[in-house]
Antibody
Framework: EVQLVASGGTLVQPGGSLRLSCAASGFNFGDYWMSWVRQAPGKGPEWVANMNQDGSERYYVDSVKGRFTISRDNAKNSLYLQMNSLRVDDAAVYYC??????????WGQGTKVTVSS | EIVMTQSPATLSVSPGERATLSCRASQSVSTNLAWYQRKPGQAPRLLIYGASNRATGIPARFSGSGSGTEFTLTISSLQSEDFAVYYCQQYKNWPPLYTFGQGTKLEVK
């Protein structure tokens, strides 16, 4: 069974940093593009970042460029999101998701990031 | 950025009836469109990709149609487990700038 388990979400102050992790199992992790997608309360999902199989290509939504960094460790079947200079509007549930031809299947269960003083 | 607009925001339908959900793109996305279902406390689940292709394990009562800027998700005979929020997503852009609609909540009438 394909599984994605995200972790690392917590309460952080504005300007702080956080690292999210996503553990993958049940498929050949190194064969897929992977993404982070977030959803704030009452809003639609927002794609945040993605990375290709060997990490040589990374893309970000404009609102996180220069603050967030996506990375992966194929040996550990893991995806990461380093989030710096966090803002109140970064608060959301963050999902890792496997990309198949640019749509997302499946999504992990999500980890909640709260940004508040 | 391609803006995705879903309508209606809330749709009230009785079990057993047909539900029709709409998604409009601000510019053509060809058939680069997916639909997802989200239930409370769960991650979104892929239903449809390529505008009309059902994902693995998705019941035949779910169907997608459309191309360009106008898309429709139809659920032919609503079951109790179908009441949820539905999102469309375009994936036309490269470099990627995938965008989602704001969702349609399908509720019991």
């Amino acid at each position: 069974e394909v599984q994605l388990v995200a972790s690392g979400g917590t309460l952080v102050q504005p300007g702080g940093s956080l690292r999210l992790s996503c553990a993958a199992s049940g498929f050949n992790f190194g064969d897929y593009w992977m993404s982070w997608v977030r959803q704030a309360p009452g809003k639609g999902p927002e794609w945040v970042a993605n990375m290709n199989q060997d990490g040589s290509e990374r893309y970000y939504v404009d609102s996180v460029k220069g603050r967030f960094t996506i990375s992966r460790d194929n040996a550990k079947n893991s995806l990461y999101l380093q989030m710096n200079s966090l803002r109140v509007d970064d608060a959301a549930v963050y999902y890792c998701a496997r990309e198949t031809h640019a749509y997302f299947d499946p999504w992990g269960q999500g980890t909640k990031v709260t940004v508040s003083s | 950025e391609i803006v995705m607009t879903q309508s209606p925001a809330t749709l009230s339908v009785s079990p057993g009836e047909r539900a029709t959900l709409s998604c409009r793109a601000s510019q053509s996305v060809s058939t680069n469109l997916a639909w997802y279902q989200r239930k409370p406390g769960q991650a979104p689940r892929l239903l449809i990709y390529g505008a009309s292709n059902r994902a693995t394990g998705i019941p035949a009562r779910f169907s997608g149609s459309g191309s360009g800027t106008e898309f429709t998700l139809t659920i032919s005979s609503l079951q109790s487990e179908d009441f949820a929020v539905y999102y469309c997503q375009q994936y036309k852009n490269w470099p990627p700038l995938y965008t989602f609609g704001q969702g349609t909540k399908l509720e019991v009438k």
